[in-house]
């Protein structure tokens, strides 16, 4: 099993940067696929970037590209949300997910997920 913990949430103004960091402990972090969705009040949990074991793959939604940059540093066991050009619509909690399986876009296909951390983009 692993534990995730996010953190590096926080207001910011529209435009504006943010680095979200999920530290892992427990099972070795190198053998887990890592993603980052985010839930809005009263939606669905979305897929927002996803990294490969190695770091060498990476897939970002639609809605992010060209803004949100997601990496992993596999001796400090955490996993890296660079958001820039932050929008209101991207306001959410984001919650940090590890899999067992190969990098993937749908939550089922993550086994541990961390609290979140709220991030919140005002106009």
């Known amino acids: 099993q692993v534990q995730l913990v996010e953190s590096g949430g926080g207001l910011v103004q529209a435009g504006g940067s943010l680095r979200l960091s999920c530290a892992a402990s427990g099972r070795t972090f190198s053998n887990y696929a890592m993603g980052w969705f985010r839930q809005a009040p009263g939606k669905e949990r979305e897929f927002v970037a996803g990294?490969?074991?190695?770091?060498?793959?990476?897939s970002h939604a639609d809605s992010v590209k060209g803004r949100f940059t997601i990496s992993r540093d596999n001796g400090k066991n955490t996993v890296y949300l660079q958001m820039n050009s932050l929008k209101p619509e991207d306001s959410a909690v984001y919650y940090c997910g590890a899999g067992y399986r190969p990098m993937g876009v749908s939550r089922t296909e993550y086994d541990y997920w961390g609290q979140g951390t709220q991030v919140t983009v005002s106009s």
């Open positions: 990294i490969s074991r190695s770091g060498l793959r990476t």
